[in-house]
């Protein structure tokens, strides 16, 4: 109930700002809604935006639940991204039953070795998680814009673009259906959620991830090796951070920019967290704000409402949640005089 709660007072903290925009508030509100579900092109709109967000919440998940803070999400998916791309060139003319796996298969390892990187340099070093995978980010996207500028730039009319040619069509993600952009990432995702929820619950690695978010010393005089199990994690959340990179660039915009991947993987954390660190209520929470964020440009048209409102929103529910979730461990008892 306290999380409901939270949301209804998100939306309602949400309303005032729409208000203070100068915005009706019940059209603002009816037209969020039917930039989001109203339609069939809209529902389709809302599971693309809902399936990168999906999966870099499940890659905050098992990192956070083992104690493991990274804020590297980021830059997982630039380097999904990036890698995946460079894959494409390696593996031009080959048929598309073999490059698409294989494009998908360099992401993954791109975004794998990125968080396999933070795991050592804690590991080895002493060096926080969150400060190395903060600096990683930044690596990776001066990379990026080093490699769009340099070895992938586009051209046109002279003008020299921050972003690659578009990719064959013989390595696109087949679409499913003929509305939207709708691509089989949707359905890894789902499948990525339920075999989270399998490896956290049901298997003996799920158990070393959860013990050592609650205690890893006691992980440790147990004689688990708590080092393999963050090693483990970290390429686990890095290659699920890599494959929603990878689902925008071949599934949806069909080139790398500095821009269509920018905020997945930091949207993700919020995901993860409003979710409650659970890969069902991750799920649960992607489809949320993909509507959301599908909305928000019909809501931006027919009202004048900024866009920029559901980034707001998307912040104030968080904060709603972490006060529910300290809510929640206390209850409520009326006391006889």
Known sequence: MVY???????LAATSGLILVSGAPLGSSFSALAMGAIGSRSALVSSLVAATPLLLTGLATVIAYRAGVWTVGQEGQVLAGGMTAYQASLWLSGVPPVLAIPGCILAGVAGGAALGGLASFLKSRFAISEIVSTVMLNYLAGYLLSYLLTAIWSSSGGGVSYQQTPILPEGVWLPALGVVGKLHPGI???????????????????GYEVRAMGINPVALRQRGTDTIRTTLVVMLISGGLSALAGVGEIFGVSHRLTTSNLTGIGFDGIIIGMIGNLSPL?????ALFFGALHSGALFMNV???VPAALITALQGLILLFFLMAG??????????RS
């Not at 359905?187 to 690695?205: D, E, G, P, Q, S």
């Open 326 to 335: 300290i809510a929640a461990q206390f209850e409520l008892v009326r006391e």
């Open 281 to 285: 209520g991750t799920l649960l929470s």
């Open 187 to 205: 359905i890894v995702a789902i499948i990525a959620t339920i075999c989270l929820h399998i490896l956290m619950n049901r298997t003996a690695l």
């Open 4 to 10: 409901a709660v939270a949301i209804l007072a998100g």
């Open 302 to 304: 027919m009202t004048g």
